[in-house]
């Protein structure tokens, strides 16, 4: 069980239901061996992470809609032949790749704070045009699972706080558009750990031959995190199951 939780860093629903257990029976034995929580760990390299924060207070809007909380996710992207990560024989101080500047993509995400229904779209840059489009793009993504989006929540970047692109776009859907505190990301805890399981479960899931390879495995991760994955934060439900009491249609 231990092993299983090393190689895969996931948690207790996800370990039962590769070894025919309950969840509660596999967070019992974690715990029993201190076994760190996944919270406390870094998402790559699976150490534990010395200082962590987080809201004191815990909250749920009530429906679908509620509120959205958007967020951009940094990666690195991967050289043609995947790097030195992909190659066991070699590390990053002898292989050519590893130098080569091959620059970042830019995760733009969303996630209902009732139903944890996520979106997302790999882009070259963070800036307020092309926040604009993805939340235009969001929007029209939870107007298809019948579900209107009131409120957008984000931290404090210039794209979110300044755009005039991205203020069009707040207002012509009638959205409140709201900020966490000043360095206080934890306050926007649910997008966070999005981009953290995003993290583990796609863009670190396994050594990738190639950024093309990576980014064209994105959308099916979404639609298993948001049709079968179990979410402990809803009870072991998976998001659509939230989506308008489990009839919403997603595609």
Same mark, same amino acid.
Request: hydrophobic share 40%.
């Given at each position: 069980?231990?092993?299983?939780?090393?190689?895969?860093?996931?948690? *207790? =629903?996800?370990?039962?239901?590769? !070894?025919? /257990?309950?969840? @509660? &029976?596999?967070?019992?034995?974690?715990? %029993?061996?201190?076994? *760190?929580?996944?919270?406390?760990?870094? *998402?790559?390299?699976?150490?534990?992470?010395?200082?962590?924060?987080? &809201?004191? =207070?815990?909250?749920?809007?009530?429906?679908?809609? @509620? /509120?959205?909380?958007?967020? =951009?996710?940094?990666?690195?992207?991967?050289?043609?032949?995947?790097?030195?990560?992909? #190659?066991?024989?070699?590390?990053?101080?002898?292989?050519?790749? @590893?130098? /080569?500047?091959?620059?970042?993509?830019?995760?733009?995400?969303?996630? #209902?704070?009732? @139903?944890?229904?996520?979106?997302?779209? $790999?882009?070259?840059?963070?800036?307020?045009?092309?926040?604009?489009?993805?939340?235009? %793009?969001?929007? +029209?993504?939870?107007?298809? !699972?019948?579900?209107? $989006?009131? %409120?957008?929540?984000?931290?404090?970047?210039?794209?979110?706080?300044?755009?005039? +692109?991205?203020?069009? =776009? $707040?207002?012509?859907?009638?959205?409140?558009?709201?900020?966490?505190?000043?360095?206080?990301?934890?306050?926007?805890?649910?997008?966070?750990?999005?981009?953290?399981?995003?993290?583990?479960?796609?863009?670190?899931?396994?050594?990738?031959?190639?950024? &093309? #390879?990576?980014? +064209?495995?994105? *959308?099916?991760?979404?639609?298993?995190?948001? !049709? #079968?994955? +179990?979410?402990?934060?809803?009870?072991?439900?998976?998001?659509?199951?939230?989506?308008?009491?489990?009839?919403?249609?997603?595609?």
């Amino acid at each position: 069980m231990r092993i299983v939780r090393h190689l895969t860093r996931r948690g *207790p =629903v996800f370990i039962a239901g590769r !070894l025919g /257990l309950h969840a @509660s &029976t596999v967070g019992r034995v974690l715990h %029993r061996h201190r076994v *760190p929580l996944l919270r406390k760990l870094d *998402p790559v390299t699976g150490k534990i992470i010395r200082a962590t924060r987080a &809201t004191a =207070v815990r909250y749920e809007h009530d429906h679908p809609g @509620s /509120l959205l909380h958007v967020d =951009v996710k940094k990666l690195g992207r991967i050289p043609d032949g995947g790097g030195w990560r992909a #190659d066991p024989t070699q590390t990053a101080a002898v292989h050519r790749t @590893s130098h /080569l500047k091959v620059g970042y993509d830019y995760v733009h995400t969303a996630i #209902d704070d009732h @139903s944890r229904v996520a979106y997302a779209e $790999i882009h070259d840059d963070e800036k307020g045009a092309t926040a604009a489009g993805f939340l235009e %793009r969001a929007v +029209a993504f939870y107007a298809a !699972l019948g579900v209107k $989006i009131e %409120r957008v929540i984000s931290d404090n970047a210039f794209a979110y706080r300044h755009s005039a +692109a991205f203020h069009a =776009v $707040i207002d012509a859907h009638g959205i409140t558009q709201k900020f966490i505190r000043p360095h206080c990301p934890w306050t926007n805890g649910k997008v966070e750990r999005l981009n953290r399981t995003l993290a583990i479960g796609w863009a670190y899931a396994r050594p990738w031959t190639s950024n &093309t #390879d990576r980014a +064209a495995a994105l *959308p099916a991760w979404l639609d298993h995190y948001n !049709l #079968d994955r +179990a979410h402990l934060g809803i009870g072991g439900a998976s998001p659509i199951d939230r989506i308008n009491n489990g009839r919403g249609q997603y595609s």
